[in-house]
């Protein structure tokens, strides 16, 4: 026997095993699915981005011109519309800085001209790079343009380009937009406050008491996730608008501001706070509470030492939900805010209002820091979660207790009438012909083609879309987290997916329809063939939803072990038919899940496609906002109320489609 010892011998070099047919299809798939969201989200927040450091400004020393006397002879000094402003003080730095379509006339700069006056002007760009406008005409060079003054009056000067925080200087200088940042964060604060408040009693109504009726206030929560968050800002205008129902309530406030947004955003935001919170308190151990009681704690103090520490990771998931989504949300504050401005109003103002593209880029940029400031927290509260039930864990079960039955009813009473009212008043609103002075009923507010907005044809496209995004998105989302998933190796490739993955939870939907305005509307974009079209909008709304989805997917496919994988290479089988034949058959719960999720949130956005449509691509939660600005208040509540009826129609269909199809396909799992 060798006396050489073992832990001597030298180290061979480490052999990698060869990859796989089926690891370079799944590795190549991920790289497919990842570049879709690098097109999709990478590259039009960067083009975003870019867009806000491009800084357009007018430059007054750019040209020179000549003016003429009455006999047409040029004796007088050349001028610059510099030395004119200085002399006259038209315009302040401020009004210099412009957007990339903005335009000034040079007429402002004498004060004494007449189109009808027969003085000529002569006029030359500086520089060899300089232009301006005669009507639409373009004139670059040095040469002297002689004009007479009807044609004069003409001539606009164009913005110069400059890369630079000349943007963000203007707008932190600008008291109106400045105070847009600070109203949005007063208003998600304090909707934030309110609406995890409720939703917390109320979920705690319906896992820590034994009243009644719990099945019908869970569907009454779910609700306002029907229903653009446009609607619950039409409601609360008949409700206590200047020609309200109970105006009277408000003792002389206004609802139109910072009162009205508020109690919308409680309204539309009061069911993801109610998921979040009833799965947190779903989850405890009936032994600490038994312990409690045993060392004769009081209820209330057991409900501040057990209680709510072990749902207080949900209360914080759903704080942060809560925030993100009133920060971000543009339909309501747009519908009710009055003069009160916020950040994603301003947005829309922007771009719409003036067409300074890159300011709004500005405020875009401004709008992610919060919302990627409360995704960051979100996330690292949500990794430092430990578990809360092990294997020895008791169930809590409650006890019956009359007295507090009674006010958990009486209270959830109270927030179904505030979700069931808001819904009623939307519908009676559609029914009457003319508020308040014909309470007659009627379906005339239902002839949307009759109405500025897109008529029939908007709500259909809203279906179509609906659809689209269910199916293609779906089939991407699932098939993408299966791929980073079951992967073998390829660490890197898989975390880099999942930041891609994740990162669409942290971008407003505003955001994300200006960044594809800069991106696919690029005439050298080999994509912007797909702008103006349904294909965008899908495009748009699968990548918007796409975390939520891909989280879904990702928890299914946790629950199915590996040897799934080792049995199928055992026996020699492509990973596809493994995937086809059993890895959808067994998640197809959480696939339908997604799928409804994704029609559902295509019918009701607002904000992601409000400037990606077209006038061939309207969509009904468009319409709503459009009859709304045309002052077709009633026609709004009514395609309002269309979007509800579709979107419950299709939870019932969803419902009846499962039972159908999981008695088929899960009947293993009741062996």
Not at 355 to 360: P, S, T
Not at 428 to 438: C, E, G, H
Not at 448 to 468: A, E, P, Q, V
Not at 537 to 561: E, R, W
């Amino acid at each position: 026997m060798s006396d050489v010892s073992l832990d001597k011998l030298p180290e061979g070099p480490i052999i990698k095993g060869k990859l796989s047919r089926d690891d370079v299809i799944m590795r190549l798939g991920m790289v497919v699915i990842a570049l879709y969201l690098v097109v999709t989200l990478a590259f039009p927040l960067w083009a975003m981005l870019s867009k806000s450091f491009s800084t357009f400004q007018f430059d007054l020393g750019a040209y020179e011109l000549q003016v003429s006397d009455e006999e047409g002879n040029y004796s007088g000094e050349i001028l610059t519309p510099a030395q004119l402003n200085a002399d006259l003080q038209v315009l302040s730095d401020n009004d210099l800085i412009a957007g990339s379509d903005s335009r000034m006339g040079l007429t402002q700069f004498f004060p004494d001209f007449s189109f009808r006056s027969s003085v000529m002007y002569q006029i030359r760009n500086t520089s060899d790079t300089g232009r301006f406008l005669v009507g639409s005409e373009l004139k670059t060079g040095t040469d002297w343009l002689e004009l007479d003054s009807n044609t004069f009056r003409r001539v606009q000067m164009r913005p110069e380009k400059s890369t630079g925080l000349g943007n963000f200087i203007s707008y932190f200088s600008t008291p109106a937009l400045f105070n847009s940042i600070k109203n949005s964060l007063v208003i998600a604060v304090i909707s934030t406050v309110v609406t995890v408040t409720l939703a917390f009693w109320f979920a705690y109504a319906l896992n820590r008491s034994c009243m009644r009726f719990k099945g019908f206030f869970r569907l009454v929560a779910m609700a306002p996730i029907l229903v653009p968050s446009l609607l619950p800002g039409i409601a609360l205008v008949y409700l206590f608008g200047n020609q309200g129902m109970l105006k009277e309530l408000l003792f002389g406030a206004s609802i139109y501001g910072p009162i009205g947004i508020v109690i919308g955003s409680v309204f539309f935001t009061f069911p993801h706070a109610f998921i979040i919170i009833s799965t947190a308190l779903a989850i405890s151990d009936a032994r600490l509470y038994e312990a409690a009681a045993s060392l004769r704690s009081t209820p209330w103090r057991t409900f501040w030492t057990v209680t709510i520490p072990g749902a207080r990771y949900g209360l914080i998931s759903a704080a942060f939900v809560v925030f993100n989504l009133v920060i971000t949300d543009f339909g309501l504050p747009k519908v009710i805010g009055g003069q009160f401005n916020v950040l994603a109003v301003d947005i829309y103002k922007q771009v719409i209002g003036q067409q300074n593209f890159e300011m709004g880029a500005v405020v875009s940029v401004v709008l992610v820091i919060p919302a990627i400031f409360a995704f960051a927290i979100d996330r690292l509260v949500q990794s430092k979660q430990v578990a809360l039930l092990s294997a020895r864990s008791v169930p809590y079960q409650p006890t019956p207790n009359a007295k507090a039955d009674r006010i958990f009813l009486g209270y959830c009473l109270a927030v179904a009438f505030f979700i069931i009212g808001i819904l009623g008043v939307c519908q009676f609103a559609a029914l009457i012909k003319f508020w308040p002075y014909d309470l007659s009923f009627s379906l005339t507010n239902y002839d949307f083609d009759r109405m500025d907005g897109g008529g029939w044809g908007s709500y259909y496209n809203s279906i179509k879309l609906g659809l689209f995004t269910a199916v293609a998105g779906t089939c991407i989302v699932f098939f993408g987290a299966y791929l980073v998933e079951k992967s073998n190796g390829f660490r890197l490739g898989r975390a880099l997916f999942q930041m891609f993955a994740m990162l669409p939870m942290a971008i407003p939907g505003m955001v994300l329809g200006l960044a594809y305005i800069f991106f696919f509307n690029n005439p050298s974009n080999p994509l912007n063939a797909i702008y103006g079209t349904m294909a965008i909008l899908v495009i748009c709304s699968v990548t918007h939803f796409y975390t939520v989805s891909h989280l879904t997917a990702v928890t299914a496919l946790k629950q199915m072990d590996r040897e799934f994988e080792s049995v199928s290479a055992s026996l020699k089988q492509p990973t596809l038919k493994l995937f086809s034949r059993v890895t959808v058959p067994v998640c197809l719960p959480s696939v339908l899940d997604i799928s409804i999720y994704l029609f559902v949130n295509a019918m009701t956005t607002v904000s992601a496609v409000v400037f990606l449509y077209s006038p061939k691509t309207s969509l009904a939660s468009i319409a709503v906002l459009n009859m709304d600005d045309a002052g077709d208040i009633a026609p709004a509540a009514a395609m309002g109320m269309m979007i509800f009826y579709t979107n419950a129609a299709a939870r019932i269909i969803h419902l009846l489609v499962s039972k159908g199809v999981l008695k088929r396909t899960q009947a293993w799992r009741g062996r």
